[in-house]
C-alpha cells in the first residue's frame, strides 16, 4: 500500500483508508460486530493504516468497535476520531443545540473516546462540525491543550470554511481538513483545496464515493433500509437518481475502457488531484475492500482526466447531499 503525508504535518497514512462508521451506524443497522473487527484487521493486512470513526456514529459504538478491533495493532494504525456533537455521557444526543465544542466539553469527549478506543492518545481528533456558539481560537486552544497533555497528536476540522481553517490553523497547525469531496462534489475545489495547499494542510474527502452512488450498484429502484440516512438525502430520491444515472453510467463505460471498475476510477480520481489526499471509502464488504484498494495502482494519463472532465461537465448533478436541517451544520 502506498502512503501519503497529510500536508506539512508529518503525518504518514496509507493513500486509502478506511470509513468505519457505516459497520454500525448511519446505513441501516449496525452490522455483526465480530464480523467488522475481522474487517478491519484484514484492512490492516492489505497495509490500510489510517482508520476514520466519531462518539456521534452510534452514539459510541463505533469508537468501542474500533477501539476492540485495533488494541493488538495500535502502534501499527491511525486512527482518527472526531468531537463536536452535543451528547451526554449516557449517550443521549441533543438536538437543541445540536452542537458542542465548548473547550471543558471537548477535554471530556477525548477522556471518554481514548477509553472507548483502549488507547491512551489519539492520533487525529477532528471538530466534527464548526459550533458557531463557541470561537474556534477557543476550539484549537483546547485541542493544544491536549496535544501538550500527549492525549492528541494531531488536530483536524470536518465541513469547515475558508476563514474558520485561517483562525484554527493561527492557534495550532491543522493536520488534515476531512470533507465530502468526489466526482459528484466539487465544491472543495474552488476555495478550499488553493488555501490548503497555501496553508500545509492535508486533505481527507469522505464519501469519495458518493455515499455508494458512484460505484454503479444503487439506481432508482433501490430500496434503503428504513434507518439509512440516504432516505432523507435529497440527492437520493428517485427522481434524483434517476437523473444522476447518466453520470454512473458515464464513469462506467469509462471504467470499462480502462479495465477498472467505477469505484476504483471515482477514487483514482480522488487520488490523483494533489498528492496529500488521503480519501475514506466506507464499506462492510472484504471484496469492496480490496477493490477500493485496487484503486491505489491505476495511473491517470493527462488525456484521460481531459476525458473524465469531459464526461463530468455533460452531467449537472441533481439534488442537495444533505437534508435542509444537516445543510445548516456544515462550511461555516
Request: overall charge negative; charged content about 25%; glycine content about 8%.
Amino acid at each position: 500500500m502506498k502512503k501519503r503525508k497529510l500536508g506539512n504535518s508529518g503525518l504518514e497514512v496509507s493513500a486509502i483508508g478506511l470509513g468505519c462508521m457505516g459497520m454500525s451506524f448511519g446505513f441501516g443497522p449496525a452490522k455483526d460486530k465480530q464480523e467488522m473487527i475481522s474487517l478491519i484487521r484484514s484492512a490492516v493486512e492489505r497495509g490500510v493504516t489510517f482508520f476514520d470513526t466519531a462518539e456521534v456514529y452510534g452514539p459510541f459504538i463505533n469508537e468501542e468497535l474500533v477501539g476492540e478491533a485495533l488494541a493488538p495493532l495500535r502502534e501499527q494504525v491511525v486512527i482518527a476520531t472526531k468531537f463536536g456533537f452535543n451528547i451526554d455521557p449516557d449517550g443521549t444526543q441533543h438536538q437543541q443545540p445540536p452542537l458542542n465544542s465548548r473547550p471543558d466539553h471537548i477535554k471530556e469527549v477525548a477522556e471518554a473516546s481514548l477509553m472507548r478506543l483502549k488507547t491512551d492518545y489519539i492520533d487525529l481528533f477532528y471538530q466534527h462540525r464548526v459550533d458557531p456558539e463557541v470561537p474556534i481560537e477557543d476550539v484549537a486552544g483546547a485541542v493544544k491543550d491536549l496535544i501538550d497533555e500527549g492525549k492528541i497528536r494531531h488536530f483536524g476540522l470536518s465541513e469547515a470554511g475558508v476563514e474558520v481553517i485561517r483562525r484554527a490553523h493561527a492557534v495550532q497547525p491543522v493536520t488534515a481538513l476531512q470533507s465530502e469531496y468526489s466526482l459528484w462534489w466539487r465544491e472543495p475545489e474552488a476555495e478550499i483545496l488553493p488555501l490548503l495547499e497555501d496553508l500545509g494542510i492535508g486533505f481527507v474527502p469522505f464519501s469519495p464515493l458518493g455515499k455508494g452512488f458512484l460505484t454503479g450498484k444503487i439506481d432508482e429502484n433501490t430500496k434503503f433500509d428504513s434507518t439509512d440516512f440516504r432516505n432523507t438525502v435529497p440527492r437520493f430520491s428517485p427522481e434524483a437518481r434517476r437523473a444522476n444515472q447518466a453520470l454512473v453510467d458515464l464513469i462506467g463505460e469509462f471504467a470499462g475502457q480502462k479495465k477498472a471498475t467505477p469505484a476504483q476510477i471515482a477514487l483514482a480520481w480522488v487520488l490523483a488531484q494533489r498528492p496529500w489526499i488521503a480519501p475514506i471509502p466506507g464499506t462492510t464488504k472484504l471484496h469492496r475492500l480490496e477493490e477500493n484498494l485496487g484503486a491505489v495502482d491505476i495511473e491517470l494519463t493527462a488525456d484521460e482526466f481531459r476525458k473524465i472532465e469531459n464526461i463530468t461537465s455533460r452531467v449537472e448533478v441533481k439534488g442537495a447531499r444533505y437534508s435542509e436541517g444537516s445543510q445548516k451544520l456544515v462550511n461555516r
